[in-house]
């Protein structure tokens, strides 16, 4: 593993020590200043695993929505034992993912995960930038309600009351 990284998993470390009572969450963002697929990050998350294995986090926020991610499996088996903010949604594409599109991305995810502690997330903020949001206010809001919509068909067909 790269210096950098045991030095940032050791700096988000020092951070945190010592905070309690709030859940602490790490996104790892892949980028959110285009819409442009072709140009923003790719790759699965296996090199920052063993960084990511050493931060004393209680759950990570990852970005799962689109291919550029790589397998769920890759860090499924790293950290099934933190819990992950799954993000189901694109927060750059006018296209609004489907509850069925949406339950089917999470179902992968619990073949690593229990669902109490899997969380469901869009991949990024819909306005990294104050002047510039990647998307609509409408859009935004059906992408959101479907994720919650997912969660509903979710709670029921794993028993879960909330989350």
Not at 11 to 30: A, D, S
Not at 79 to 92: A, C
Not at 152 to 163: A, E, M, P
């Given at each position: ?139 935004a809001a059906a992408k959101i309600a479907n994720i919650a919509a997912a969660a ?12």
């Open positions: 593993m790269g210096e950098e990284l045991l030095y940032a998993a050791e700096l988000i470390n020092r951070v945190i020590e010592g905070i309690t009572g709030p859940r602490i969450g790490l996104h790892i963002c892949r980028g959110n200043w285009s819409t442009r697929e072709e140009v923003l990050l790719s790759g699965d998350y296996a090199p920052l695993l063993p960084a990511l294995t050493r931060m004393n986090v209680d759950q990570f926020v990852l970005e799962y929505a689109t291919p550029r991610a790589g397998d769920i499996e890759v860090v499924g088996k790293a950290l099934s034992h933190k819990e992950l903010g799954l993000g189901v949604v694109n927060p750059r594409t006018t296209e609004v993912e489907s509850v069925e599109a949406i339950v089917a991305q999470t179902e992968k995810a619990l073949a690593f995960y229990p669902a109490e502690r899997l969380f469901l997330n869009t991949d990024c903020g819909f306005s990294c930038f104050a002047d510039r949001g990647v998307n609509v206010e409408e859009i509903t068909v979710l709670r029921k067909k794993y028993g879960q009351s909330s989350s």
